[in-house]
């Protein structure tokens, strides 16, 4: 049997198939790649490395274990509250430095007023001397005892000032020069005007030397004004005119004052005996003061007063000045029309003299006459008044002692003003 020499076609093989795994590497198969299923979390366990094409072996990768898928996230908008927060915060600058001036800044403001400043006193030394500005005319506004011409002479304007600089200090020094001038008040009158007027002392009383027929003005803050001439009338006596005149100019009449006072216009009043009535009068209330007609002080520690209704209240000193106005007004509301005098020197041991019946009538007490001892005790008309010790001998008992009864230590004037009642029925007469 003969041999078929002819060459025979090579059967071609069919391809393999490769699974998705295999990696092919030049001629040679790779392992497939063992697959590993999911672990129960949803990560991965370390792929197997790549065998290598010299030396065969499997190379393993440098990190072993895979990164976690990432979790899907869900975008939710923010609500209008913190979107308007954001804007706020993208919008306004940080509080702690939004009004922190740099220091270039402030330095900048320096010298800008510096230099402002400069320049306003240069153009104001200029001007002050401008001839434009000289003051040519001076017009005074006159008072009740100041004359304008008066101001105007006093003023002593220097020849050539200006409006501009003019010394208002020393022009108002000189004005009051007047005792009665208590404050100037000037105005610039553009270009060449000034003009002046003042405020007077107010009188705050009427001041009776002892002995004499002097009467000065005491004005507030107890400067003396000047000395004034009263005239009194056909059967009127002097003190009853000053105080016609006090009333007149609203002040009060402060009478029996020291003859060696010796008071100068435009001087302080420090007399104790004036400070002490002053005292008084500034320590009562409206509803005793309103009922004072006038003061006598001859001395710091004999202060009195005499009411409208003509009762007169032996003050003493001028302390426990509220405690001695409130047994006052007790005794002027339990004995009303009845009494005539009251003794508060010591305001704890107070005494008073009343009269025990209803026809009383105003004496001259109110004027400080009438008495033939002390002026400061008035003189009831009534034909059968009593004394305190009188109406207690009757009566059994009083409120108060009589000032006969005890006398308060450095009274020295009950022995007067018993010796001044106008009662003769009575022991004390």
């Not at 209704?309 to 047994?327: F, H, N, P, Q």
Request: aromatic content about 2%.
């Amino acid at each position: 049997m003969a041999q078929d020499n002819t060459p025979k076609k090579p059967t071609p093989r069919k391809p393999t198939p490769r699974s998705k795994a295999s990696v092919t590497v030049g001629r040679k198969k790779s392992a497939p790649k063992l697959s590993v299923p999911a672990s129960s979390t949803g990560s991965r366990l370390p792929k197997v490395g790549k065998r290598s094409a010299q030396t065969g072996r499997l190379q393993t990768p440098s990190t072993a274990v895979a990164a976690a898928p990432k979790k899907k996230q869900i975008f939710a908008a923010p609500s209008p509250a913190v979107r308007r927060k954001q804007r706020q915060s993208a919008t306004q600058p940080d509080e702690g430095t939004r009004h922190t001036p740099t220091l270039k800044g402030v330095a900048i403001a320096v010298i800008v007023v510096a230099t402002l400043a400069v320049i306003a006193v240069i153009a104001l030394t200029i001007l002050s001397h401008t001839a434009v500005f000289t003051i040519n005319n001076v017009v005074a506004t006159s008072s009740e005892h100041v004359s304008d011409s008066s101001i105007v002479r006093l003023a002593q304007v220097e020849e050539g000032a200006t409006l501009l600089n003019l010394d208002a200090d020393k022009i108002e020094e000189n004005i009051k020069r007047n005792p009665w001038v208590a404050e100037v008040h000037l105005s610039r009158v553009f270009p060449s005007t000034l003009k002046i007027t003042v405020t007077e002392h107010k009188v705050r009383a009427l001041v009776i030397m002892n002995g004499s027929e002097v009467v000065w003005c005491l004005g507030d803050g107890g400067v003396w004004l000047e000395p004034i001439s009263v005239k009194a009338e056909s059967g009127e006596s002097f003190k009853a005119a000053v105080l016609k005149k006090a009333q007149s100019m609203g002040a009060l009449l402060i009478a029996d004052s020291p003859a060696k006072l010796n008071p100068r216009a435009g001087s302080k009043a420090t007399a104790e005996s004036l400070q002490a009535a002053i005292k008084f009068e500034e320590g009562f209330t409206e509803e005793l003061s309103k009922q004072i007609l006038s003061y006598s002080a001859p001395s710091a520690a004999s202060v009195s007063c005499t009411l409208k209704s003509g009762v007169t209240v032996s003050l003493g000193k001028a302390t426990d000045i509220t405690a001695k106005e409130s047994v006052i007004l007790a005794l002027l509301k339990k004995h009303a029309g009845k009494i005539t005098y009251i003794n508060v020197r010591v305001a704890s041991n107070p005494s008073y003299r009343m009269v025990d019946s209803d026809n009383v009538q105003e004496g001259t007490g109110a004027l400080g006459e009438g008495a033939s001892a002390d002026d400061s005790v008035i003189a009831a008309n009534s034909s059968g008044s009593k004394t305190q010790d009188d109406a207690s001998s009757d009566e059994g008992s009083s409120d108060v002692s009589d000032e006969s009864g005890q006398s308060p230590e450095g009274d020295n004037d009950n022995s007067q003003a018993d010796s001044s009642s106008t009662d003769e029925s009575s022991p004390e007469a």
